[in-house]
C-alpha cells in the first residue's frame, strides 16, 4: 500500500502578484497622492546654500524643476525644460533679473516672464508670449518652500510655534552636515511613504535600534540618554498609546527610570505627525524634558520611487544639530563608514526602509497590534484623498495667515497618578 505523503503548506507558489496601494504611494500630476500633496507648501532647497552662483536641478512629485536665485537674491523654482526649445535650465546662467538658457539666450524672471530673447529682433518683439512654466516660492525658517498645486487654491504657508518666535542666541539650522551636498537636499531611493510610516511606528525603536542591532541611540544607558528599559520588548506594549490630534496624530512612549535624586519617574517620548509630510522629533540623545520643542522635518516625495527629508532646527547649541543629525550609530559608526557586512549586521532606519522597496508591496504586509500607527495615518491620508476629490479642502490648509500653528512633540514629565 502506497503512503501518501502530505503536500506542504504555505509555500511561495501560486501567490498572486505583490502589489502597493497606488492611491497613497503615487505622487506624479493627476494621482490621488499627488492631487493632495499639490495642495500644501513643500521645502525644495535650505535658503543659505541657494545662491546666485548657479542653479540646481531637483524632482519633486514627479516634475523636474530647476530653483535657484537670481542676483537681486528672489528664489525662484521653473521647470527644467526650457519653453523655447527644451534645453535644461540646469546648463543656464543667473542674472541679476533672471535665469538665461544656455542655448539661444532666452531669458527668464522667477515668476517665468520671458524678459529676453538674445537672438531675435528687439530681444525679442513677441517675448511676452513665452512664459516658462514656474511655481510660487516663499522662505522661512531657513528653507526654501514651493507651492504646486491649483492657483486659486494656494494655501498661506503654515507657521509653527516649535520655531518661532526666536529665543535669545537662537538660530535656524536646515542643512544636513554633509560636504558638497546641494541645497536641493539628499536623495534616498525609496517611497517617503516608507520612511512617513516610520515615523507613527514606535516599536521599531524597541527592536532595530536595540534588541537586533545594539543599542543605537547615542548615550543609551546614561544618565542623559534614554534607559535600558526603554527598549524592553515585553513592555513595549504597555508603554505606547495613540491619539489622533487637530492635526494628525501622535504617539506617547513611555520612559520608567529614575529621577536625579533616584525617585522613581515616568515620562513621555512624544512625536506628533502633521499631515500630509510633517513630524516633530523629541532629542533623543540629550532627552530635554519639559521644554519647548524645536525639530520639524518634511518629507518631501520626489516621485513614487525617492524622497528627499527636510528639518528646520531651533537652537543656541550647535550641539542639538550634531545630536540629531549622527545621534543613532550602527556599530559605533556614522551610516557611511559602514561597511557591508556591518549593515547586514547592524542595520539601522536605512537599511530597513529602503529594503521594503522602492515602493513597499502593501499586499504582501501582515499588520499586527503594533501597527495602529501606521494603520491610522494611511485612514487619514485616504480620508484627506476623499476630500480633495470632493471638492474639498484636506486637513492642515488654511486660505488665511493663522498664527503659529501648535506642536505638541517633545519630552515630558507625566503626573505621579498617570
Not at 271 to 283: A, H, I, K, S
Amino acid at each position: 500500500m502506497t503512503e501518501t505523503v502530505p503536500a506542504d503548506t504555505g509555500t511561495g507558489y501560486g501567490r498572486k502578484t505583490p502589489s502597493y496601494d497606488a492611491r497613497l504611494a503615487e505622487v506624479g500630476p493627476g494621482t490621488p497622492m499627488g492631487e493632495l500633496m499639490r495642495r500644501y507648501w513643500h521645502p525644495i532647497a535650505t535658503s543659505a546654500s541657494l545662491t546666485p552662483d548657479a542653479p540646481h536641478r531637483t524632482r519633486v512629485l514627479g516634475e523636474n524643476l530647476v530653483v535657484f536665485r537670481d542676483g537681486e537674491g528672489r528664489p525662484g523654482v521653473v521647470f527644467e525644460r526650457c519653453a523655447h526649445r527644451g534645453s535644461s535650465l540646469f546648463y543656464g546662467r543667473i542674472e541679476q533679473d533672471g535665469i538665461r538658457c544656455c542655448y539661444h539666450g532666452w531669458k527668464f524672471d522667477t515668476q517665468g516672464h520671458c524678459l529676453e530673447q538674445a537672438l531675435e529682433p528687439d530681444l525679442g518683439r513677441r517675448r511676452d508670449a513665452a512664459r516658462q512654466p514656474w511655481y510660487p516660492v516663499e522662505e522661512r525658517y531657513g528653507l526654501v518652500f514651493v507651492y504646486m498645486g491649483p492657483p486659486d487654491r494656494k494655501p498661506a504657508l503654515p507657521r509653527y510655534d516649535a520655531l518661532e518666535p526666536l529665543d535669545e542666541g537662537d538660530r535656524y539650522y536646515a542643512e544636513w552636515p554633509i560636504p558638497g551636498l546641494p541645497p536641493t537636499g539628499l536623495l534616498s531611493d525609496f517611497s517617503w511613504l516608507n520612511l512617513y510610516d516610520n515615523s507613527a511606528d514606535p516599536a521599531h525603536v524597541t527592536w532595530l535600534h536595540s534588541t537586533h542591532s545594539g543599542y543605537q541611540m547615542q548615550d543609551t544607558g546614561t544618565p542623559t540618554g534614554l534607559p535600558e528599559s526603554f527598549f524592553e520588548p515585553a513592555i513595549v506594549q504597555d508603554g505606547i498609546s495613540f491619539t489622533r490630534t487637530e492635526y494628525g496624530l501622535k504617539y506617547d512612549h513611555l520612559i520608567r527610570d529614575k529621577d536625579e535624586n533616584g525617585s522613581p519617574r515616568t515620562r513621555s517620548f512624544r512625536t506628533e505627525l502633521q499631515l500630509p509630510n510633517v513630524f516633530g522629533l523629541p532629542d533623543y540623545v540629550k532627552l530635554a524634558t519639559d521644554e519647548r520643542p524645536d525639530l520639524i522635518l518634511w518629507v518631501v516625495p520626489s516621485d513614487d520611487t525617492h524622497h528627499r527629508l527636510f528639518f528646520a532646527l531651533r537652537s543656541s547649541d550647535p550641539e542639538r544639530l550634531a545630536r540629531f543629525t549622527l545621534g543613532i550609530k550602527q556599530n559605533g559608526k556614522d551610516a557611511w563608514e559602514l561597511t557591508d557586512e556591518e549593515r547586514q549586521r547592524f542595520p539601522g532606519d536605512g537599511e530597513a526602509q529602503s529594503s521594503q522597496g522602492a515602493i513597499s508591496m502593501h499586499s504582501e504586509e501582515t499588520l499586527a497590534t503594533t501597527d495602529r500607527g501606521v494603520v491610522m495615518l494611511r485612514r487619514m491620508l485616504k480620508s484627506m484623498i476623499d476630500d480633495v476629490e470632493a471638492g474639498r479642502d484636506p486637513l492642515n490648509v488654511s486660505m488665511t495667515e493663522e498664527p503659529p500653528r501648535h506642536l505638541d512633540f517633545g519630552i515630558f514629565t507625566l503626573p505621579t497618578e498617570a
